[in-house]
């Protein structure tokens, strides 16, 4: 089956869903019913009662018509007999929310075998299990347990591009929260757990091909490090990847949470580099760093010119790019002279100091001197932001870099809450500190020289440098 | 003199201020009478006119009755005749904001030769020039220009204990900002500009005698190295420097800001860890880490137990604390058997799972069972909030850790907003990412081993070991 029937099914079983206290299945009714999911949604339980306005039946073969997918959140013991009943019922796909698998020792492993008997005897696929399911915000198709209507914005009212796999609730939860105050949005999101079908290269694949243009990753575990490798290797949207374990103590506490073999890091990072998957520093980049893709082109080469109306941020965002590999842009004689002429500047070599008293027009000429020379590969812009006319030059320097086809990392310093409210209000890819900043530039040539190679054919040759580790240069 | 003079002066003089539109000097009085600052203020101009309800005078030697400190916002090439003036009316110290002066040239070191004649003549001291001035907290005494009263809570509404010295404005507006949403609050801050007297040594020796618990440095360059490390050596006090220009272009463009000698990187670096100076990595860590010294105590060992009921960030903190040094603490059987009594734990080894299902005296009952280990000397509790049982459980960790004197670095994982929401509603001192509350830890115990080491004398041996590099360890 395609994977679309976990993400758009016409039909869905929610089984577990009851009307008992604190039932968790109910909730996911709750939230379709809520978001006035398009497809039908029924409930199955004991008592085959109605739960927040779904039809409920005491099993899913008494459903009457098709059921395209079956959620199941009840407990581990009972779930292989209601895969089978799927699988008889004609059903394309089953996420299983439970825990008390393979990750809970041979018991669970058993019951695991018994499910995977099922799938391929019926063709079925399956998400999870020990996992929160699915989200889609284009057309608020939502199983993910627990989510309280209306509260936190649900985190997926307006639909964006960004499609996460993400192997932890937690870590779901705080990715798409943090959207809430940010320029880009969600488009899919799978909490995938134990991956005992459906796995990470599946869904990679399958955001290929939707509307998702950029794709994040959190790993605890990879299942099959080759088929992931070849999988990214087809794929020119940029993935963004955080994995934890990077030290075995990370990794011993990741395998004690998802079951799956703790995987040598230094192997990932290798596999990362030659298939182009972009590794992350922290998790914040997981939702940080996308607007960089969605809403700034490429960053073509290493030199970087950086403005500020605060000298401090000029020698600040110096130190980041020298550290991450980048050059300060050598700013020409005839680019200095136009500078220069703009107005009262500090300074007019990079860093660039505009000082203190200017107006709307004298940012945006600065903003196309500085894009539109051949020395200049992408700007670091640090405005001060004190009058409005700042806020409408930067909104031109969106356009501007579309059109030079050259990317800003916009970095505007204030007080974190300022940042957010400045970000939101306006739709400014504004990033929270300089060294988030300068990150976005590091991951946009990441993507650039990675799509470079590519079409060059080079990237046959990476196989010969597996284990030759990179120098310390982060671009 | 003491440098008391700067911070709570009984009278002071506001050169420059004036009714014309714009005028900067003025804002000054304008603050001063808006916090009904309890000294005399005046206001120098050449029409005598008052300004914001200050009496007017066209001298500071018409002004009757004593005059202890001198705010002079004029053209440069006023200045020395101001400063004369100053010094024949017996005014104690000079704050002069202007720029124009040893960062200009040859002309504008001329005008400060002629200041420095004035100073040693009349005996005063000098904070500036290229400067904003003093703010002073507990007193509300501000002379930084341009800040508008009652906007963004002016950065000191209510004392703190935390002082600054920045030698620029825009990053003490940030710091003074960030308070506005932190649990640590502003006791004073400086900014110090050219340093051509006083100097952040002479400022780090005042402060270690006033009400400051934490001493905050953001550094462009250093004006006497030899001082600085003698005089950071006779303060207990945790001194955290963040220092600009870690390569040779960040260092040439902090340079074109504030005049100064670039100094060498490597040295600076030494001569911290020598000094028992803490060396920030961001600009965030200005604000964000003095709240480990001002709510926790010292971090004395390198064991340190994690404790979340997320388990993705049971391995993301084991990742980090393993890379800044730590040890994951080795939980014993004994404390190992109590944790598994409080309650339905996933995983009572380190990192501590305590799974979805939680009231607060379990929390409670964790926090104490970890912080009373032998074998623990730190938490780092990552408690996802989503219930009101767990705020009010952490209120009762902090007092638990004083009790105990071992710090928690608590990180909350949410979005942003919501964690400063937390932070400021409850006075929760916690940070804003799992890499931050790490880093917090580092710091702790980097003071900790500092302190330790002037007592036990072992200090004095560092001088032999001035150039060999430490390991990578970052603790």
């Not at 209000?425 to 900043?437: C, Q, R, V, Y």
Request: charged share 20%; hydrophobic share 40%; with cysteine.
């Amino acid at each position: 089956m395609n994977l679309e029937s976990f993400f758009n099914p016409k039909s869905v079983a929610v089984v577990g869903a009851s009307n008992t206290p604190f039932n968790l299945a109910a909730t996911i009714c709750n939230i379709l019913k809520y978001k006035s999911y398009h497809g039908a949604v029924y409930a199955v339980n004991r008592k085959a009662e109605e739960v927040h306005g779904c039809p409920g039946y005491a099993s899913v073969k008494d459903i009457p018509g098709e059921v395209e997918l079956a959620v199941i959140l009840i407990s581990a013991k009972q779930v292989p007999g209601v895969v089978r009943e799927c699988g008889e019922k004609g059903v394309r796909g089953v996420i299983i929310e439970s825990a008390g698998f393979s990750e809970a020792g041979p018991e669970g492993q058993a019951m695991q075998d018994e499910i995977d008997g099922y799938l391929k005897k019926y063709n079925m696929r399956m998400l999870g299990p020990n996992c929160l399911g699915v989200l889609n915000a284009a057309n608020s198709f939502c199983c993910f347990y627990g989510i309280i209507p209306g509260r936190y914005g649900d985190g997926f009212s307006t639909p964006g591009t960004v499609s996460y796999i993400i192997q932890s609730g937690g870590i779901g939860a705080l990715v798409l929260d943090s959207f809430n105050k940010d320029v880009c949005k969600v488009n899919k999101a799978v909490s995938i757990g134990n991956m005992a079908d459906v796995d990470e290269s599946d869904l990679i694949e399958y955001f290929n091909g939707d509307g998702t243009e950029v794709i994040g990753l959190y790993l605890e575990n990879v299942r099959n490090g080759r088929k992931l490798m070849d999988t990214a290797r087809r794929v020119t949207k940029p993935i963004l990847a955080f994995k934890v374990g990077r030290t075995s103590e990370g990794s011993a506490a990741a395998a004690s949470h998802t079951a799956g073999m703790a995987n040598n890091d230094i192997v990932f990072d290798n596999a990362c580099r030659q298939a182009g998957i972009i590794r992350l520093k922290s998790i914040s980049e997981l939702h940080a760093m996308p607007k960089m893709f969605t809403t700034m082109p490429l960053l073509r080469g290493k030199n970087i010119a950086v403005m500020s109306n605060s000298g401090a941020f000029g020698g600040i965002a110096a130190d980041l790019l020298i550290e991450s590999g980048f050059s300060m842009a050598k700013l020409t004689p005839a680019t200095q002279e136009r500078l220069a002429k703009t107005g009262q500047l500090f300074n007019v070599k990079n860093p660039v100091d505009l000082g203190p008293t200017l107006n709307k027009q004298t940012f945006v000429d600065i903003f196309d001197i500085l894009l539109s020379a051949d020395e200049v590969d992408g700007l670091l812009p640090v405005p001060n932001v004190w009058l409005d006319v700042v806020i409408e030059a930067i909104l031109e320097l969106m356009a501007m870099c579309r059109h030079y086809n050259k990317p800003a990392a916009i970095y505007i310093p204030n007080a974190i809450d300022r940042i957010l409210t400045i970000r939101e209000k306006h739709g400014i890819p504004t990033f929270e500190s300089p060294e988030e900043a300068t990150r976005a530039l590091v991951v946009s040539h990441q993507q650039y020289r990675y799509l470079q190679k590519k079409e060059t054919g080079n990237h046959e040759n990476d196989l010969n440098r597996r284990a030759k580790p990179e120098a310390a240069c982060a671009v």
